[in-house]
């Protein structure tokens, strides 16, 4: 038989869950959704699914075992503990709450409810960061020092909610809730300071481009950019490693590895070349065959695997991958990228 599940919040998200556990999870049942939105309701009716009235008729289904609450940011909490009360499994969106106390709130009511609590972290599944970590894992480059993860764009169009303090909108929730998470499970080691600089360039109430740098206890040094008014975009991602640089330009992964080459040890001239900025040696070019180029791993999409592991925690098969712990983490940190940007300093931490 399979778990029947419920969607809070039917809106541009939950389409793409419902889509996906409808062609790949018979083990899953959605067995109604609640939106305040008509169209939204509509939409479930089209497609042959139940819409509940109010979410208390969600609260009082026996047979729903798990709830998805994928509206706006700031709805989560409230939804999130009431069906956690009502004895059901919840799943959020991301940012799970607007800041890490109202996750403390969710995960003392998981814990006297005897549910699980998750969160909907997708993009540790994204082909460009699983690349990055089997660039490691692999062995093809050691001892990173310094990553730049970005993601940017020129739209300036921070689409409804999305634009407003209230709702929990801005990029540093959107978008740096998941490069953050990425960082964080890439970087197991402690995280000893955050600073931040948040810009309103275009929108009223929240952030819209934001560069957060953060300093791990073993020197690491990671910097996580959004942009929204970038007309020229830098790379997803510029990692330094001891021996080598890699590039991925995107998210179709294009890019490159460069690194020493065995001809690296070898004895070379340490000439003074005649740029345009004049002599130098320390920035001169190396020659060509201290270096090889390579390719980047190749890593597909599995975003699949969140779902996967819902069942198997549905049927006691193990433990949810997101954990409250990790997702306390990132929220953890988020604080800190506020409080930073607001007291306009960095702030030491022991993460
Ligand atoms: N994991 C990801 O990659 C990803 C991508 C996009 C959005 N999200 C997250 O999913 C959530 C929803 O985003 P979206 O893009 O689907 O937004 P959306 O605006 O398209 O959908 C939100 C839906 O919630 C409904 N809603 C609003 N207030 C409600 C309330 N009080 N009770 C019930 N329903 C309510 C709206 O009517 C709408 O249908 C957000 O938390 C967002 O951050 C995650």
Sequence with gaps: MAHKMAIIGFGGMAGYHQKNIGEHFPELEIAGIYDIRPEAVQKARDLGIKAFDSPERIYADKDIELVLVATPNDVHKPYAIACLEAGKNVISEKPVTLNSAELEEIIAASKKAGKFFTVHQNRRWDADFLSVKRIFADGILHDPYMIESRVQG??????????????????????????????????????????AVLHQVFAPEVDDNFTASFRFENGLHYLVNIAMNSFIVQPRWHISAADGTALIEDWDCKGKIVKLSDAATLDWAEDIVYTAAGPTRSMAPRPKNTTVELPLPRAEQTWLEYYRNIVAVLDNKAQPIVTTDQALRVMKVIDLVFQSDKEKHGIACSL
């Design 154 to 195: 020129s739209r300036q169009a921070l689409h409804g909610w999305r634009g407003w303090k209230q709702n929990g909108g801005g990029m540093v929730l959107d978008w740096g809730v998941h490069l953050i998470d990425q960082m964080l499970n890439f970087c197991p080691q402690k995280l000893v300071s955050v600073n």
